[in-house]
């Protein structure tokens, strides 16, 4: 509307302006409310699904290379009240004594 008004006069009326202004805020909240059904709608189906179900839409397990990723963020130090190795992961704050 804003367009062909322009076209006539060179300068948007304000209703041609408050009509694009209700129209855009309607389609706005016609999307809005599509997005709220469908999140309603996967929740209902979450909620119904067996245990098994859930485990096959549940998130994939990480890359077979991710374990190596992860325990290169570890640092190998001595203890040198006892001696013994242990590992820490600075990214993390993870320490531990068993080798990751």
Do not use: F
Not at 26 to 49: F, G, H, P, Q, Y
Request: glycine share 4%.
């Amino acid at each position: 509307m804003i367009r062909n008004n322009v076209e006539k006069t060179g300068v948007p009326t304000t209703d041609a302006i408050l009509n694009d202004y209700t129209l855009a805020h309607s389609t706005i909240t016609d999307i809005e409310c599509r997005i709220d059904l469908k999140r309603e709608e996967i929740k209902a189906v979450n909620a119904s699904a067996t245990p098994e179900e859930q485990a096959a839409t549940s998130a994939p397990p990480p890359p077979p290379y991710q374990a190596a990723v992860n325990a290169m963020a570890y640092q190998q130090y001595v203890d040198p009240a006892t001696g013994a190795p242990y590992w820490h992961n600075a990214q993390t704050g993870d320490t531990r004594w068993t080798a990751p």
